[in-house]
């Protein structure tokens, strides 16, 4: 356990969570917590509502009813202090082109009193092999790693990952899951988005499956599953006739 997180509360909360663009509903009053020591994975299709609800933990969006905390602040507005015990891997990973891999991430790694080791943090998900390369010349998948190792130079507290293995091959993502666990076992409350079962199923303690902006189950994997396999309770619970007329 991280000896700045709280056994005794989650580490991430959202309560009746709203956010609204215009004439659509991201979120639709959404209410799911995650825990310090766990993985937790928010399922959802596209247009769920999952990477709002992020961006609302992340501080990125300002709920527009409900409430979201982190580490028991609310993360719109928050200073430097708390930014530095939150871990962001965003969709686009936001990095700069120009630069070196490597460069990037020993940038951010001046930001923090106790970064990880960059060149650890390179060997751990393969990117010592191109250290050296522009993030412009770099492929989707190498970026993803960056964007990844950019997250966790700064040993967060909270980690908040959304689609952490979009483009990685099949070697690639099992080390991302090690390391995703990993941070877990450190006491690191991680949250995930993924569309995968599979990483759902292989990395996840805690799950949150949204729809339509919507919580339409959430629990460990381990009760949401005693029944039928998470794929078929997914889409039970996602598809028109499973929630009823809307």
Known sequence: ????????????????????????????GASWTAAAGRVTAVLGSNGAGKTTTLECLEGLQRP??????????????????????????????????????GDVLRHLSRFYTDPEPVEEVETRLGIDAFARTPVRRLSGGQRQRVALAAALVGRPDVAFLDEPTAGLDPHARLDVWEVVTDLADRGVCVVVTTHSFEEAERIA???????SGQVVASGTLAALTVEE???????????????GAR
């Open 1 to 28: 356990m991280s000896a700045h997180t709280s056994p005794d509360r989650p580490a991430v909360v959202v309560d009746d969570l709203r956010k609204v663009f215009g004439p659509v509903t991201a979120v639709d």
């Open 64 to 101: 527009d009813a409900g409430t979201v905390q982190v580490l028991g602040i609310d993360p719109w507005g928050a200073g430097p202090d708390f930014r530095a015990r939150v871990g962001v891997m965003l969709q686009d990973g936001g990095l700069p082109n120009t630069r070196a891999a």
């Open 205 to 211: 303690h805690d799950v949150v499956i949204m729809d």
């Open 229 to 243: 396999p998470l794929e078929k309770l997914f889409f039970r619970l996602t598809r028109p006739a499973g929630r």
